[in-house]
């Protein structure tokens, strides 16, 4: 069974930083898209910042230039740091991994989640 486990989340001021990371398990992340997804209560979940297998990266406009997404394939954990928090980027942050080439960002087409982990930036 694969697993995702994701860490790093907290409370933070607006204009900080959090690095989350994503430990994988059960899969060779290196072969899988893997992406970062947010919800908060209310709304459809939303993709924030994808990695294809390539290493080929894409951002949500919101994030661009503000986050980055990496994935180190040697310990198969995926990372995103987020830099110039706002607190619009409150939410549930969920690692997420689908097998293939494509990354699309539409959550309903991951086969793969972590349990999340909470993001809180305050004004």
């Known amino acids: 069974q694969v697993q995702l486990v994701e860490s790093g989340g907290g409370s933070v001021q607006a204009g900080g930083s959090l690095r989350l990371s994503c430990a994988a398990s059960?899969?060779?992340?290196?072969?899988?898209?893997m992406g970062w997804f947010r919800q908060t209560p209310g709304k459809e979940r939303e993709g924030v910042a994808l990695i294809a297998r390539a290493g080929t990266t894409s951002y949500a406009n919101s994030v661009k230039g503000r986050f980055i997404i990496s994935k180190d394939n040697a310990k198969n954990t995926l990372y995103l740091q987020m830099n110039s928090l706002k607190p619009e980027d409150t939410a549930m942050y969920y690692c997420?991994?689908?097998?293939?080439?494509?990354?699309?960002?539409?959550?309903?087409?991951?086969?793969?989640w972590g349990q999340g982990t909470q993001v809180t930036v305050s004004s």
């Open positions: 997420a991994a689908r097998p293939g080439d494509s990354c699309p960002y539409y959550w309903e087409r991951y086969d793969y």
């Open positions: 059960r899969f060779t992340a290196s072969t899988y898209c």
